[in-house]
């Protein structure tokens, strides 16, 4: 709102989801931490593995929306994972917002 002028501005905001995983290689059966931004606040995500398709865990996301280094999802790349670029993905339950990394698997 202008102080002198009173009116008022207004803006749309889109933000985006999107995850970051740490280290983002690795070989079947070694760990990696997945972390998010972007979903809702205190939102419950579902992180996924596409191929095979594996529910890896569920992450609590905090007032600001993201899972971060201290809240982060630690999880294994699963048996069957071909080698390669494979997605990851966190499926937000209350939003349906949908955030992705990906992970070269060796």
């Not at 905001?13 to 070989?27: A, D, F, K, Q």
């Not at 606040?41 to 899972?67: H, K």
Request: no cysteine.
């Amino acid at each position: 709102m202008g102080q002198s002028s009173s009116l008022f501005g207004v803006a749309l905001l889109s933000v985006t989801p999107r995850l970051s995983i740490y280290p983002n290689t690795g070989t079947v059966g070694s760990t990696a931490v997945a972390q998010g931004v972007g979903f809702g606040p205190g939102e419950m995500v579902q992180v996924y593995w596409t191929t095979p398709r594996r529910l890896l865990s569920t992450a609590m996301e905090d007032n600001q929306g993201s899972f971060s280094e201290s809240s982060g999802l630690t999880f294994t790349i699963p048996v069957g994972a071909p080698s390669g670029t494979n997605i990851v993905y966190g499926y937000g339950l209350s939003t349906q917002a949908v955030g992705k990394a990906e992970v070269t698997v060796h």
